[in-house]
């Protein structure tokens, strides 16, 4: 799967609040009330990206859950990373 072009992401990201394109990645941090409630939080992004094969890097500093998502394959963004941010979402939203 290619990446997609600047354009195509500028596009896609107007859909995702909060997400934004940091060079070859998508990124978003998530806060949350306590360090179990985040951790939580991970558990539940990882059961998604396994299903998905499609893994974020993760990175958890107390409350505060950093998200980066891009196309190791593509070595940019694709359609794959939309997916999983728009899954993330949801999971956030629940
Ligand atoms: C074979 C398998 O689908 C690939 O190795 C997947 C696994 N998960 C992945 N996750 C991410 N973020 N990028 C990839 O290119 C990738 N490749």
């Not at 060079?23 to 299903?51: C, M, N, R, W």
């Not at 974020?56 to 998502?69: G, N, W």
């Amino acid at each position: 799967m290619p990446a997609l072009s600047d354009i195509e992401i500028q596009r896609s990201l107007g859909a995702l609040p909060g997400w934004s394109r940091k060079g070859d990645t998508l990124v978003k941090s998530y806060h949350f009330a306590t360090f179990p409630a985040g951790v939580a939080f991970i558990a539940q992004v990882a059961d998604i990206a396994e299903a998905m094969q499609h893994h974020p890097d993760i990175d958890i500093r107390y409350t505060k859950v950093h998200f980066s998502l891009s196309t190791h394959d593509a070595g940019g963004i694709t359609p794959k990373d939309f997916d999983l941010a728009r899954a993330i979402e949801e999971l956030a939203a629940a």
